[in-house]
């Protein structure tokens, strides 16, 4: 490199100098450097290239607003449709700012399109996308078990008539979905549904013999309706339930006199800021967790337990806001009624328990006779702690044996019952609706096993871990639930008698013992 000292830089001054001249000094003495900075040179240079200002062409391109019909758009519209629809979205979100300024940062060529485009054009194109894949699920389902009930809108002056499907597939996977919810005009009276139902089973092409059990609700039109449709139906045990705590507890004088006093209460704390604040101060001053009071409504008992609950939270706190000269209360609770809400709440909560079971979407109809079973022994036993409210526990338990007199002798039932691995026969208070129920159990096992000799079975597999749990062991019946099982018979042995292969195998499953209730990561979460 010492030829490099004499070459030329352009001038003596930095702003002229140049590499022309170092750049044919490698030319003509270092020929080698100079073709590995020639390489260099081209590489960089194709790398600004891509780097590079867009034509006036590309520009123009990128500009341009995408065509509502294009692929693109419709795919971000749809997007849009499902974001709204799947999370309660309101449709005027499309013309809110801070919507627009997003999708035009991620996509500034796209147009949003009105709400009424959305609602006319691009909800409806989804509806009968995921209609079509409903229907295709419901076509292959065996038989298909459907709730229903009519319920009144809280936006407009209106009923509703729903038609939810559940059903297994062939991976043995519980399947759920609304077919219907649809306006229900004129009068509710059994013919009125019936029509209404008919319909509704035809537009989805669904035959009635595939209708396994309809779950509807107690009142007399919706059960004549399911007598008239021809399929057998069952009442909702959750509305049974708030019927016997209603009969139990609600009813009593005293209890709805001390409701009332609670209902004014809470609804003065409800409608006064001022009061709520100062009842605030009064919970953070006495070392109470600060909770809002719960109003009720009467039609669902469980929420008057929570009003019940929320009040005996607040009860120093309150009486500490009355004893104040400036503080007035619409109705106070003597120490008689804060006693007898207290009892009420207690003798309560198995029946909220057993409410919240049968609310869960895996909630089957073999979760009844057990329930039903463990309630009557927690209102038949007797304790030290039950001083004052014999007589409320007695009436709930008078009021349960008459409403659920017949769960033993519905087959609907009993043979969900006996299928539960976690239940089986050991839940069953009489000899004489066991036997029924195993017999009507092996009626339906020689009509499937005859039909499997004909037509093969489905190549299917069983998932692992799927069965529906009840409530944990620290629940005031979970201790019942397993009590009954310590004391259940110890079932009898398989048979002397010639039985085919399948009735064997139903014999050999009542021999063994029942699973337990709680998975094991239930159990690990309670300790």
Request: hydrophobic fraction near 35%.
């Amino acid at each position: 490199m010492q030829h490099l000292s004499g070459v030329s830089r352009g001038g003596t001054e930095p702003g002229r100098f140049n590499t022309s001249n170092l750049i044919a000094h490698l030319k003509k003495h270092h020929k080698k450097k100079h073709e590995d900075f020639r390489e260099s040179s081209k590489a960089k240079q194709q790398a600004s290239c891509s780097l590079q200002q867009p034509t006036l062409a590309e520009s123009f391109a990128r500009r341009d607003k995408l065509p509502r019909d294009s692929k693109k758009a419709m795919a971000i519209t749809e997007k849009i449709a499902q974001f709204i629809v799947l999370d309660d979205q309101p449709l005027s979100v499309v013309s809110n700012v801070g919507f627009k300024r997003l999708m035009e940062h991620l996509e500034p060529r796209y147009i949003i399109p009105s709400r009424h485009y959305i609602v006319d054009k691009t909800i409806p194109r989804m509806h009968e996308e995921v209609k079509k894949c409903i229907a295709a699920h419901v076509e292959k389902a065996n038989a298909i078990s459907f709730t229903t009930d009519i319920w009144s809108s809280d936006h407009r002056p209106l009923s509703l008539l729903s038609l939810t499907a559940h059903w297994v597939d062939t991976d043995f996977t519980l399947q759920r979905a609304v077919l219907h919810a649809r306006e229900f005009r004129g009068s509710h009276t059994a013919d009125a549904i019936t029509h209404a139902m008919e319909e509704m089973l035809h537009d989805w092409k669904i035959e009635k013999n595939k209708v396994h059990v309809v779950l509807r609700d107690n009142a007399a039109d919706m059960k004549k309706a399911m007598n008239q449709l021809g399929v057998s139906s069952l009442g909702c045990f959750a509305h049974t339930l708030q019927l016997v705590v209603h009969e139990g507890v609600l009813s009593r004088r005293a209890v709805s006199d001390a409701l009332a006093n609670g209902r004014k209460i809470v609804g003065h704390f409800k409608h006064s800021p001022k009061a709520y604040s100062s009842l605030e101060d009064l919970q953070i001053e006495l070392n109470v967790t600060p909770k809002r009071l719960q109003q009720d409504v009467q039609t669902r008992w469980s929420s008057t337990k929570y009003m019940i609950d929320s009040l005996i939270h607040q009860k120093r706190p309150l009486h500490a806001y009355s004893s104040e000269e400036n503080h007035t209360l619409p109705a106070i609770l003597t120490a008689n009624q804060w006693g007898l809400l207290e009892k009420t709440s207690k003798v309560l909560t198995p029946f909220e328990e057993l409410t919240t079971l049968v609310s869960a979407a895996s909630a089957t109809t073999a979760d009844v006779i057990p329930s039903v079973h463990a309630l009557v022994r927690f209102l038949s036993k007797e304790s030290e702690d039950d001083h004052g409210i014999l007589t409320m526990k007695a009436t709930l338990l008078d009021a349960v044996h008459r409403r659920f007199r017949h769960v033993e002798s519905e087959p609907l039932y009993t043979v969900a019952t006996l299928l539960d691995p976690r239940y089986k026969d050991k839940y069953f208070t009489n000899p004489e609706n066991l036997g029924h129920a195993k017999a009507a159990l092996k009626a339906a096992v020689c009509k499937v096993e005859e039909e499997l000799k004909t037509t093969p079975p489905p190549d299917v597999t069983e998932p692992v871990d799927k069965t529906p749990r009840m409530a944990g062991a620290s629940s005031s019946l979970g201790s019942i639930f397993d009590e009954i099982l310590e004391e259940s018979s110890t079932a009898a042995g398989p048979s002397d008698q010639i039985t085919t292969g399948a009735i064997c195998e139903m014999e050999s499953y009542f021999c063994e013992a029942p699973i337990e209730r709680k998975s094991r990561k239930e159990k690990e979460e309670e300790e």
